[in-house]
């Protein structure tokens, strides 16, 4: 019997041969991209698709009449260096995208056909590329994680963000892959007829790979896109530096108290020390919104928003690692996501980020918090949101930052914390700009670096 995966969920791998299809209802193709913890193809032989069927451990085999081949992976001959195993939907016509047809379906089975786990890809909407599986390692097992993450920006952005190396040239031109013999052959897929996938060429190991923990390594100096093998990578233009936001009047630094939390105001600062002078040491930072209701003709109804928080760390003005609901855990483990809140329901914390703050890396001298909206309802739509900071020892609240009058945005940078001198500082932000998920919002954040 199958287990139904939900967006960011996850599960244990019994078998060591496994097969991932697709069913959805517009000619498309999968593919594979095998990835180091870096989140790089080593090289072009670690993407697999219709020009390049075999990769190690992973297969494309032809699938039932009318639906796309299916991957076949075994998943003892995935060499040691590949963490990730990640299934790709390209659909055929870039014309197209996945909000004109139902939600494909992605399914993995184990080699006599029964079903593992199942997962409806919900939430699509103008992208014509999605990553709809993974399979990676944790602690010497293989498991499955839903991951659901959209591309709008094409079938070379996805893969260049992977480190595949994409011949403009042949793009542009829609030449078929150098590999390939003038006319393909019979049993070949055919090319999608708008914008054939680029040929992958070998790349050499990108030059911006962030550094290996642990943190004594200096701080990188390549701009964004970070290498931390955590989705998504981002669609639209390189990080660029950018320059401070305009200063803003925050009412002081405040200490911490214990006759109860501290109510923040926009650019309020304060001192993440107790007040016998103790440094907080592990803390947990807890979001919360509620759907909001609509009325209408047959009475009211409630719309289910989709709020994901996430952490983004930076080393100055450079992004080295991100968790949320994608990848859980940072790759130093001193960050960990609880896990993905699809509606606010409910009351309290919808989603908890922990922070052991001794483990932070040394060259990590800022993490952002922020909040995206994956189905794009606005800030405005989004009733009671909060952030607020925790003592991980005891579970008491802090500091406590409450949205008030919520903007007519897709994302919001609710707080950040961040090093000065040998303490670690919280500062409220609440500011809203546009993006649906992590990948998009990294680039916008310079201007909340300024201390």
Known sequence: MSATLAKGQNGPLATNDVVISIQLAAPADLSALLV??????????????????????????????????????NLAAVPADIAQVRAVITLDDPNTN???????????????GAQLFE???????????????????RQGAWKVRAVGQGYAGGF????????????????????????????????????????P??????????????????????PPTAPYPPQGGGYPPPPGPAYQQQPPAPPQQPAGEISLSKTGPVSLQKGQRVSLRKEDGAALTFVKMGLGWDPVQQRGLFGSRTVDIDLDASVVMFADMNPVDV?????????????????????????????????????????????VFIVTSYK????????????????????????????????????????????????????AIGEGFNAKHPGEAIPQLGRFLQV
């Open 376 to 427: 794009g309802h606005t800030f405005g739509q989004v009733q009671n949101a909060f952030c607020r900071l925790i003592d991980g020892a005891n579970n008491a609240e802090l500091a406590r930052y409450s949205l008030t009058g919520g903007t007519p945005t897709t994302a919001m940078a609710m707080a950040k914390l961040f090093r000065m001198g040998g303490d670690w500082k919280m500062q």
């Open 36 to 73: 180091t913890e870096q989140g790089k193809v080593r090289s072009d032989a670690d993407f697999v698709f219709y020009n390049q069927p075999s990769g190690p451990g992973v297969d494309l085999r032809p699938g039932p009449a009318g639906q796309p081949a299916a991957l076949a992976v």
């Open 156 to 195: 070379a952005a996805l893969v260049t963000d992977h480190g595949v190396t994409v011949d403009d040239s042949s793009a542009q031109t829609q030449a078929a892959p150098p590999q390939a013999a003038p006319a393909p052959p019979p049993q070949a897929a055919p090319a999608p007829p708008q914008a």
């Open 119 to 137: 997962y409806r890809i919900d939430g699509l909407a103008s992208e014509s590329i999605v990553i709809a599986l993974e399979l990676y390692r």
């Open 197 to 218: 996938m680029p040929a992958p060429q070998a790349a050499a190991p990108p030059p911006q790979a962030p550094p290996s923990y642990p943190a004594q390594q200096p």
């Open 98 to 112: 996945f909000g004109q047809f139902a939600p494909p379906v992605a399914y993995v089975s184990d080699q006599a």
């Open 323 to 367: 968790a949320y609901y994608g990848q859980l855990t940072s790759k130093d483990g001193s960050i960990r996501h609880q896990g993905d809140n699809l509606t606010g329901e409910g009351a309290g914390d919808d989603e908890v980020i922990l922070v052991d703050l001794m483990r932070i890396p040394a060259h990590v001298n800022s993490l």
